[in-house]
Each structure stands twice: as structure tokens, then as C-alpha cells.
């Protein structure tokens, strides 16, 4: 069964840090680039990293420099450090490939207080 299971969000203060984790039961999970997608209240869903089959990472650019993505082809899992957090950054975090090939899981809340 296809699923993605994020985990890791949580409440922290500005300047804190989180990892944020999801586990993705999918077909050949070593050949897709993955990425962690967020969405704000009243916002659309974002791409803000994306990790190729190579292991090269992409970022968007209020993220870069703070956020770093890495994977796990043999445990299936895509993990993202989150450093140095901004209330701008409150959101649910998702997980997908990074063309967005399957359906979203729940997602994992983070809040980021000023």
C-alpha cells in the first residue's frame, strides 16, 4: 500500500530547530527525487527541497542555508534538518516525490513562536 508517514513537527521558539522525518512506502523509492513540501493557513503547498536520486538537493530560497534534506534508500525515509526557524516557516511539512506522484499523507504541523 502506497503511504507517506511524516513525523517530527512539534512547537519551538524562533531560532530553534527541528528534524522532521517521513517514511514513504513506494514503489522504488530509490528512483524517485523526493521533496519536502509545506503549506501555510490560506497558502498554496510549496515545494522547499528537493533530493535527487544522486542525492543532489535543491532549495528554495527563503529555506536555503537552514533547511537541509537527506534520504535513506535502504530504510525508505526522507528527513529534513530545520535550523535556525522562523515564525514564517509555521506550516504543515509533506512529504512526496518531488513531482508529486502520490497522495499526500497527514503531514506533520511545525510552529515556530517569535
Request: aromatic content about 12%; hydrophobic content about 30%.
Amino acid at each position: 500500500q502506497v503511504q507517506l508517514v511524516e513525523s517530527g513537527g512539534g512547537f519551538v521558539q524562533a531560532g530553534g530547530s527541528l528534524r522532521l522525518s517521513c517514511t514513504a512506502s513506494i514503489p522504488a523509492f530509490s528512483r524517485h527525487a523526493m521533496g519536502w513540501y509545506r503549506q501555510a493557513p490560506g497558502q498554496q503547498r510549496d515545494l522547499v527541497a528537493c533530493i535527487t536520486t544522486s542525492g543532489s538537493t535543491n532549495y528554495e530560497d527563503s529555506v536555503w542555508g537552514r533547511f537541509f534534506i537527506d534520504r535513506d534508500n535502504a530504510k525508505n525515509t526522507v528527513s529534513l534538518q530545520m535550523n535556525s526557524l522562523k515564525p514564517e516557516d509555521t506550516a504543515v511539512y509533506y512529504c512526496n516525490t518531488c513531482q508529486r506522484n502520490y497522495f499526500w499523507g497527514q503531514g506533520t504541523q511545525v510552529t515556530v513562536s517569535s
